[in-house]
């Protein structure tokens, strides 16, 4: 099979004029990006970078960043994306744990990666995008190393969010990759030639699973610095094409557009808004479908192995007795496997609620540097999530929470999520987080944060009710607290609840309350 850098390099031989990025107001041509991307892979090598060797970078998107991801591909070095909102401690810890050689860095993120090089004796450069980067790049030959590339080379490492501790690396080869590539777009409306793929968020990320899809189609990444309601609704109404995104920006674009702070237009040629990341809301996603006329996929996966599950827009409204899936996570994908394992690694049937696993060829090959964690999360070749669903008789899976989050109070085991779900729904509510915090009685109580819209627009006594007539007076939140500010937020822009849940713990002995 094709490797990442071949297919890309075939794209470009039959699309060398057509607009490949466009960014900071400025556009390069496959043939131009393609150039460019050579001289990175020279210029990396001109440092005595070899193939398979780890290459770092941090960065919000702009012009070079395709540099970058097309320079490591080009040069067969394994890809390392940073996280832009994570601290030194962090990037220094992500460089050690994959002995990465370089760094490349923006010129705004530099003072983030002082004094680095001196704790981290792999790391034998740094990179840094400023003024003199234009020129530096242009003094770089433009022949194609051409290294010969194994499909189960290593491409790219990307790490988890490192919400229950340090992040890991998760590694995936090209063989790998291309197949996420695959299963990502599978049951999307077909990529065509001058289509879109429209980065809000960094193509070191989620988003950047479209990059490659777009380009191999002869389409053109646009690459933003950041999210901002108005301008990807301009955006999207100017261009078309495809989007990924976490909810809470969907909410933002909901909110933007129904309190008049942004104005929509037209889309006639947006083809999907992809989800992913955590659940969404019941109301955001029908206010959200009458906004992009439909337009909306979402998917579930982990980083290790994504997507599992696909909802597109016939069947996410669709009305299916039996199944109600415009709160589920969709059904397995056609070259994904998904089961429901119970606390001794067996599948369970329809119906019951356990651990989701998941199986693809185009799942992670390794955590890197730790076969221990590998073979804790990677068993007889399923992905173990740490995350509780079940099916219903249609094939639909619906997320039930995580098992690390899981709150046992006065011997009853409470998921948050299905609190969360019960809290969402009513008006006023924004967000919601609940977690598990210390009780005298209990041993463990749920206590919901909730973000609302206005002050007055709901209040705790009405939370509290609404749990306890929809699931039971034990699960109803021992605390309450409101606020119209936003939760907060891990680097890949995921709801924290551990920042939320740990000033409860301090000086606790564990983590499990004691009635």
């Keep these: 099979m094709l490797d990442v850098r071949g297919a890309m390099r075939r794209a470009v031989e039959f699309n060398r004029d057509r607009v490949a990025v466009i960014s900071e107001g400025c556009s390069l041509t496959f043939g131009a990006a393609w150039t460019r991307g050579k001289q990175l892979a020279n210029a990396l090598i001109s440092l005595g970078v070899e193939p398979g060797d780890r290459v770092a970078v941090l960065e919000e998107n702009c012009l070079a960043s395709s540099d970058f991801f097309l320079g490591t591909a080009i040069g067969n070095f394994v890809r390392v994306p940073l996280y832009k909102r994570n601290s030194s401690e962090a990037h220094a810890h992500m460089l050690r744990q994959t002995q990465c050689k370089v760094l490349v860095v923006s010129g ?242 329809v119906g019951e609620s356990g651990e989701i696993a998941l199986r693809s060829d185009g799942q992670m090959v390794c955590i890197w540097g730790d076969p221990a964690l590998t073979a804790q999360r990677l068993v007889d070749g399923w992905v173990l999530t740490g995350d509780i669903g079940k099916f219903d008789a249609n094939g639909y899976l619906y997320l039930q929470d995580r098992k690390d989050d899981m709150i046992i109070s006065g011997g009853f085991n409470i998921w948050p999520a299905e609190l969360e779900q019960v809290i969402l729904e009513l008006p006023g509510v924004r967000e919601v987080s609940v977690f598990g915090v210390p009780d005298a009685r209990w041993g463990e109580t749920p206590f919901a944060r909730v973000v609302v819209a206005e002050e007055g627009a709901v209040d705790e006594a009405a939370i509290i009710e609404a749990c306890r007539q929809r699931l039971g007076s034990y699960k109803k939140p021992g605390h309450v607290e409101l606020s119209t500010e936003t939760l907060p937020r891990t680097p890949l822009g995921k709801v924290s609840r551990k920042m939320l849940r740990e000033p409860y713990w301090a000086g606790q002995s564990n983590r499990i309350g004691s009635a």
């Design 108 to 349: 705004e993120e530099e003072h983030e990666i002082k004094k680095l090089a001196e704790t981290l004796p792999d790391l034998k450069h740094v990179i840094v995008r400023d003024a003199g980067y234009e020129e530096w790049l242009a003094s770089f030959s433009d022949v194609d190393p051409d290294p010969v590339i194994d499909p189960d080379d290593f491409y790219v490492i990307r790490h988890s969010a490192g919400t229950t501790g340090k992040s890991k690396g998760i590694a995936f080869s090209h063989r790998a990759w291309m197949n996420t590539e695959r299963n990502w777009t599978f049951l999307l409306e077909p990529i065509s030639i001058g289509d879109c793929a429209i980065h809000v968020g960094p193509i070191s990320h989620g988003s950047g699973y479209l990059f490659v899809p777009t380009w191999l189609a002869g389409g053109c990444n646009i690459l933003e610095s950041r999210f901002e309601a108005q301008r990807l609704l301009d955006l999207m109404a100017d261009y078309g094409g495809y989007v990924f995104g976490v909810p809470t920006m969907l909410s933002d674009l909901v909110k933007a557009v129904d309190t008049a702070a942004a104005t929509i237009r037209p889309m006639p040629r947006l083809k999907g808004f992809v989800l992913g990341g955590a659940p969404i809301t019941r109301q955001t996603t029908l206010r959200a479908r009458e906004l992009l006329d439909g337009k909306l996929y979402q998917m579930f996966g982990q980083t290790e192995c994504v997507p599992g599950t696909w909802l597109g827009p016939g069947d996410w409204f669709a009305d299916i007795e039996g199944s109600d899936p415009i709160v589920s996570c969709g059904r397995a994908l056609p070259y994904t496997e998904v089961e429901i394992r119970d606390e001794n690694n067996k599948p369970l049937p």
